[in-house]
């Protein structure tokens, strides 16, 4: 190039040119009340791609992603598809720009069979009535695509969650998705299924079909992703590149600041025994009994593959479900629990697994959901104590830090790791004795994550016992003072802090070796 050239600005012309974008986001806000969830984020996505969007809850991922799938529309800014400006006004709008949204939490009829699913809103019909030969036939193509091999004529109910999964996806590809957006799509999937996943994310991006990929889980994003868009209260952070994808890169654009120590591993003293469990039986799996102690002051991880029966144990316990036989001391004291309502009151405390459906009452407020354990406990003469209430709430929103523009906001506006803080924040104030969680940190970032691993070690400081079920094997090894694994509704062993590691963990998990199960 000339050095006239240059000076006018001129570029010699690249052999080979880009290809254009198929999705581009320029400049998009989006504000609900009290809250502004996108302040101008820009986003683009070429054919084949592999985009990871990653970001601490609240940073606007799931709100750009509704906007994309025509689930919201947006304030201001832009949205283009082939170079084109759009403005869906529904879901069908995004289909027919060959954009699919698959969410976190599976939205499927379960009562209805594959094909049915796969084409539900848009059946095929043959002279005035469904058309059920051409599903199926059309069904079959799609669930080769995902390698999924289950008939078309199978109720959605009877299958796994992997299953179901893949179900979402064909379902995405029987709209000709040139773009699929997926939300948290492993979080309920064993190793196995998640492995089968990745197969199948690739070869649809080998075919051409773009990917926007949503995780918080920062491993398989650096398996999966080309490109790695962050973002930051509901603006840009950063961009990085596959080989710039590292763990402690992608962490400190996530929460603006280096993060070097998830866990705490120091020594922690415990106390008396505050919770022993003898020969339990649960109903899901009646020939085994379950027995362990658990120390105040002691955080005991469960650790166990999906279907090894850590949440039927943890609900077993808790009063959910009837034991079929054993008994249970709580500081001593033989107590009878058949209820919850008998749980709460020798002082249990049961963080749910799927927050939504079973923490919280989502149309309602943070302050009102906050005071649900606690109302026959706090209630004045048989009405409700409106100042002791809002002392709950408030003592309990700046404790566990939950960004909300009031505690009178309704829950459904948090984002998931505000959410969960609200969930713990209701049993937290009934000062339990013993607090079971289930998956405490699913789906939420790793800025809330600290968080609550910070709470976890803040209450067994304060003598709390806490056993807690985690499908992470990070979180087990660097949480656990002791962790007690489980494969196939058994407990084959007990791991001490200085033994717990992926391998041990695993040889218990899957049954291959047993250890016996040990309280100190």
Not at 193 to 221: C, P
Not at 266 to 287: F, M
Not at 326 to 339: A, L
Not at 396 to 410: N, R
Request: hydrophobic content about 40%.
């Amino acid at each position: 190039m000339s050095d006239s050239d240059q000076q006018q600005g001129l570029r010699t012309p690249k052999k080979s040119a880009e290809p254009p974008d198929l999705l581009r986001v320029c400049g998009v806000t989006k504000s609900f009340p009290g809250v502004k969830a996108l302040k101008g984020v820009d986003l683009h996505l070429k054919a084949g791609e592999l985009l990871a969007v990653i970001g601490e809850n609240g940073a606007g991922k799931s709100t750009l992603m509704k906007i994309l799938a025509g689930v919201q529309d947006y304030d201001e800014g832009e949205v283009l598809v082939d170079g084109l400006t759009v403005r869906f006004k529904g879901v069908e709008d995004a289909f027919d720009k060959g954009i699919a949204l698959i969410h976190q939490e599976l939205n499927l009829a379960d009562n209805l069979d594959v094909a049915a699913n796969i084409f539900l809103g848009r059946e095929p019909r043959k002279a005035g009535l469904l058309d059920k030969a051409r599903m199926r036939r059309e069904s079959s193509i799609f669930l080769d695509r995902v390698g999924l091999k289950v008939s078309p004529d199978q109720i959605v109910s009877d299958l796994t969650i992997g299953h179901q999964q893949m179900i979402e996806i064909a379902k995405a590809l029987s709209v000709d998705a040139r773009v699929l957006i997926m939300d948290e799509p492993t979080s309920s999937l064993s190793q196995h299924e998640t492995e089968q996943l990745f197969k199948v994310i690739k070869d649809l991006a080998s075919k051409n079909v773009a990917i926007v990929y949503i995780s918080h889980r920062l491993s398989e994003v650096r398996e999966l992703a080309d490109r790695v868009t962050v973002l930051r209260d509901g603006d840009n952070a950063g961009e990085l590149f596959r080989q710039e994808a590292t763990h402690d890169n992608m962490v400190r654009l996530m929460v603006g600041r280096d993060i070097s120590k998830y866990y705490a591993l120091e020594p922690r003293s415990h106390g008396a025994v505050a919770l022993k469990v003898d020969k339990v039986r649960t109903i899901q799996n009646p020939k085994h009994a379950l027995s362990f102690e658990i120390k105040s002051g002691e955080i005991v991880g469960v650790a166990g593959l999906v279907g090894a029966g850590r949440t039927e144990m943890l609900q077993t316990l808790f009063g959910v479900m009837p034991a079929l036989d054993g008994s249970m001391e709580v500081q001593g004291h033989s107590v009878v629990i058949r209820s919850p309502i008998q749980a709460i009151q020798n002082g249990l405390a049961l963080v749910p697994e799927d927050r939504k459906q079973q923490g919280l009452v989502l149309e309602m407020a943070v302050r009102e959901n906050m005071s649900l354990a606690s109302l026959g406990r706090d209630q004045n003469k048989g009405f409700l104590n409106h100042r002791r209430e809002q002392d709950i709430s408030r003592e309990m929103v700046a404790e566990m830090k939950i960004k909300t523009p009031s505690d009178l906001q309704e829950v459904q506006y948090l984002s998931g790791g505000n959410q969960q803080k609200v969930v713990l924040g209701k049993w937290l104030a009934m000062k339990p004795r013993v607090l079971f969680l289930d998956e405490p940190t699913r789906g939420i970032d790793v800025g809330a994550k600290q968080d609550i691993y910070k709470l976890m070690e803040k209450l067994a400081e304060e003598g709390v016992a806490i056993l807690f079920v985690s499908s992470e094997m990070e979180e087990i090894i660097g949480m656990s003072d002791r962790a007690i694994v489980m494969h196939e509704g058994k407990l084959t062993g007990t791991l001490m802090r200085d033994e717990l590691t992926e391998e041990s963990v695993m040889q218990l998990a899957t049954g291959t070796q047993t250890k016996p199960i040990s309280n100190n």
